[in-house]
């Protein structure tokens, strides 16, 4: 157990639809990170909080937004879903930043 | 740019053998690079790390070999057994310091 907790595990939801994802990170991690993983394009780094606020960007569609509350757990909204977004969504945490993570056991998400 | 890849996409072994993954990396100015062993159903896990001060580095049965000058990672398991049989990712941070880039795995089956 990586000590990070991910909700749900599985979402099933239609096009065109807006979902939410938590995570709540290890005891005492101030950082968070979402990653997408689809069979073609592996494990994709989309944002990363830092204590609150944003810290980094990587390959997040505008469609997508995250945000990290007082208690820094993390939520990753996914709005105007498209077939595509069909996915395994992970979160991670750690102490600081671009050092090992620790990861959650993800959210599949079902687009149909 | 950055990019993290790996040798083979699969690899199969028979259990007590000894397993060899690689991993290319891109980045020259990279001082830190991880291995993650995923099972299916499961978010990443941190198997070992190295930084580039160093050329080797061991741990329960798995040694990580780095070699600078091809800019190569590999990961070597000791008398592989069949809960060893996992997707096995290299990772290095982005060139921001931000988040971790992944390559994209070995499926790693051990049969016994």
């Known amino acids: 157990d990586s000590g990070v907790t991910q909700t749900p595990k599985h979402l099933i939801t239609a096009t065109g639809q807006r979902v939410t994802l938590r995570c709540s990170p290890r005891?005492?991690?101030?950082?968070v990170y979402w990653y997408q993983q689809s069979l073609d394009q592996g494990l994709q780094f989309l944002i990363q909080y830092y204590n609150g606020e944003e810290r980094a960007k990587g390959n997040i569609l505008e469609r997508f937004s995250a945000q990290q509350f007082p208690d820094l757990h993390s939520e990753l909204n996914l709005s105007s879903l498209e077939l595509g977004d069909s996915a395994l969504y992970f979160c991670?945490?750690?102490?600081?930043?671009?050092?090992?993570?620790?990861f959650g056991s993800g959210t599949q998400l079902s687009v149909l | 740019g950055e990019s993290v890849g790996l040798h083979l996409p699969t690899l199969s072994v028979q259990e007590g053998d000894n397993s060899i993954i690689n991993c290319a990396y891109s980045n020259s100015a990279s001082d830190y690079f991880i291995w993650y062993k995923q099972e299916s159903g499961k978010g990443p896990q941190f198997i070992i790390d190295i930084r580039s001060n160093m050329d080797k580095r061991q741990g329960q049965r798995v040694t990580v070999l780095l070699n600078k000058t091809v800019k190569h990672l590999s990961l070597q398991i000791a008398a592989t057994q069949p809960g060893d049989s996992a997707v096995y990712f290299c990772a290095e941070p982005n060139q921001a310091g931000t988040a971790l880039i992944f390559g994209k795995g070995t499926t790693l089956s051990v049969s016994s």
């Open positions: 991670a945490s750690s102490t600081g930043s671009g050092e090992k993570l620790f």
């Open positions: 005891s005492g991690d101030l950082s």
